[in-house]
């Protein structure tokens, strides 16, 4: 067994609680930028009138939602940091693509689910299409609740 003094046995307890204090801000950054970059993406395919990039614009909104249920299935807390961080990362992206598309008109706020569920799930421009909130799920999630459920029913 090894032996250390108290002061060395502190400063290692210190560094512990360094590391892994890094690593949750390390996760809630590559959270916050995936919701960004997922959030941008459904902006971009839900205002933006250009019709022959949607097809690109809807794959990457297919790509994210797994990497964030990645992150979320490492690191569940991660959960929490949504509901905080969704109106400033809507505020970054309108700041990013208000230049990049000035003709564009984009609501000041957030105008759909604060629902981190929805947000992975909902075709969100199929509801502006119907004028009503869309309840079209994107098929590949099933398999993430079914992950969930099987979880819950080993533990």
Same mark, same amino acid.
Do not use: C, H, V, Y
């Given at each position: 067994m090894i032996e250390f003094s108290e002061s060395e046995l502190n400063w290692r307890i210190n560094n512990l609680i360094e590391e892994i204090d890094s690593l949750g801000k390390a996760q809630k950054n590559a959270l916050k930028g995936q919701i960004r970059t997922l959030i941008e993406h459904i902006i971009k395919r839900c205002y933006v009138d250009m019709p022959l990039e949607y097809n690109g614009w809807e794959k990457t909104i297919r790509n994210i939602p797994p990497e964030i249920e990645d992150l979320i299935e490492t690191s569940p807390s991660l959960q929490n940091d949504y509901s905080k961080i969704l109106d400033t990362v809507y505020l970054q992206c309108l700041k990013k693509l208000r230049p990049e598309y000035n003709t564009t008109k984009f609501p000041e706020? %957030?105008?759909? $689910?604060? @629902?981190?569920?929805?947000?992975?799930?909902?075709?969100? %421009?199929? @509801?502006?299409?119907?004028?009503?909130? $869309?309840?079209?799920? !994107?098929?590949?999630?099933?398999?993430?609740?079914?992950?969930? !459920? @099987?979880?819950?029913?080993?533990?």
């Open positions: 706020t %957030w105008q759909f $689910s604060r @629902s981190l569920d929805d947000l992975l799930n909902l075709d969100f %421009w199929a @509801s502006l299409k119907k004028g009503k909130k $869309s309840n079209t799920k !994107i098929k590949r999630n099933r398999l993430f609740k079914q992950k969930e !459920i @099987s979880k819950t029913i080993l533990r």
